[in-house]
């Protein structure tokens, strides 16, 4: 089965700091989806890479799939406490099941 | 547009009870996936619905069921409830059936189960 695996676990950064979140794949990625959660609460989608090398970017926060396509990054930049929450990657796996990763939980102090 | 709808979204229970969650999906959409999040196994997939048939299943005992209606809206089912239920589960709607580059899904608030 796909596995999806996201670095650091936890992030405590200072309101300004830029941050990187990684999700890296044990198989091939054909489609990565990032998204957010609050905390006990539904997610809500951020963005979504198709191809090697691609690279989305919404307000503040940018995505990238890498060439290889087996692992995406998601950077902030200037945090707030806003992006506060757990980010959870997604990507489709084998027997048309969806897998999310082990997600990062952010918080930004103030 | 009105967003996907999860009822209730808090629920007590008692093990050995059975449960019913239900999703009603963002209008037109015609797939339904269900997902329980625990602590310590994180977001699990647990089924899909498409055009009320289920067209994936996730690796959960048979107490887990699911089914689709002719308006799309989905209930999740499981019986013989135990403490390990105890979790917020999650629906998402999309418009195909399945989560193609080209398909986006939106979530619910999650409801959440408790087994006392």
């Known amino acids: 089965s796909q596995e999806l695996e996201q670095s650091p676990q936890s992030l405590i950064v200072q309101e300004g700091k830029n941050l990187t979140i990684n999700c890296t794949s044990s198989k091939t990625l054909y489609g990565l989806y990032w998204y957010k959660q609050k905390y006990g609460e539904g997610l809500i989608f951020l963005m979504m890479l198709q191809k090697g090398g691609e690279e989305k970017s919404h307000e503040k926060i940018t995505a990238k799939l890498d060439e290889k396509k087996q692992q995406s990054s998601l950077h902030i930049t200037a945090s707030q406490p806003s992006h506060a929450g757990i980010y959870l990657c997604?990507?489709?796996?084998?027997?048309?099941?969806?897998?999310f990763g082990t997600g990062t939980s952010l918080t930004v102090i103030p | 547009k009105a967003g996907v709808t999860q009822t209730p979204r808090y629920l007590i229970k008692t093990r050995g009870q059975q449960v019913t969650l239900s999703c009603s999906p963002i209008s037109g959409h015609r797939s339904v996936s269900w997902y329980q999040q625990t602590p310590g196994q994180g977001l699990q997939f647990l089924f899909e619905y498409f055009s009320e048939t289920q067209r994936n299943k996730g690796n959960f005992p048979g107490r887990f069921s699911g089914r689709q209606f002719s308006n799309s809206r989905s209930e999740m089912n499981v019986s013989t409830l135990e403490l390990g239920d105890s979790a917020l589960y999650l629906c998402?709607?999309?418009?195909?059936?399945?989560?193609?580059?080209?398909?986006?899904?939106?979530f619910g608030q999650g409801t959440r189960l408790t087994v006392v």
């Open positions: 997604g990507a489709d796996g084998t027997g048309n099941q969806f897998y």
């Open positions: 998402a709607s999309s418009m195909d059936y399945r989560w193609g580059v080209d398909t986006e899904a939106f």
